[in-house]
């Protein structure tokens, strides 16, 4: 067990995708083939930057997650490695002077966050969507933190 990398769970990505996709699917057949609002101009015109909007959102933040295969936390006895949004920051166990799993407002509801710091630098990293759950990375990290 030289080293463990957590990655992004694709169910939960792909079901939100699946939902996402099928609420824009849905607003733009009622905005263009329904009866009930196939005169209402304003809502088609709304309809379809909205609808380009909600792809562009897709796309970025859910479709290319599911495609890319870099862990989000790698563990070593030697060092942690954070990497969310394309820029990994790597710390070895000796320099974290502060490491702690915290609750972060996110709209309506909360998500787990991971918080590393040392004296020169700090990363943070969402753990709501990681394929192991809080509990199990923290117990990973006790155990590759000795």
């Known amino acids: 067990m030289e080293k463990i990398e957590i990655k992004y769970n694709k169910k ?15 607003v733009t057949y009622m905005a263009f083939f329904t009866k009930t609002f196939a005169t209402n101009y304003i809502l088609k015109i709304v309809t379809v930057p909205l609808s380009l909007f909600m792809l562009y959102g897709i796309y970025t933040q859910l479709f290319r997650k599911v495609l890319d295969n870099n862990s989000v936390i790698t563990l070593t006895k030697t060092h942690i490695e954070i990497n969310e949004d394309g820029n990994p920051l790597t710390f070895s166990w000796s320099e974290i002077k502060d490491l702690r799993f915290e609750k972060e407002q996110s709209g309506k509801s909360e998500v787990d966050i991971l918080l590393i710091g040392s004296d020169t630098r700090s990363g943070k990293v969402n753990l709501s969507a990681l394929e192991k759950s809080v509990d199990d990375i923290r117990s990973l990290i006790k155990s590759y933190r000795g």
Do not use: E, Q
Not at 12 to 26: N, Q
């Open 12 to 26: 939960r990505l792909v079901l939100g995708i699946i939902i996402m996709m099928s609420l824009v699917i849905g």
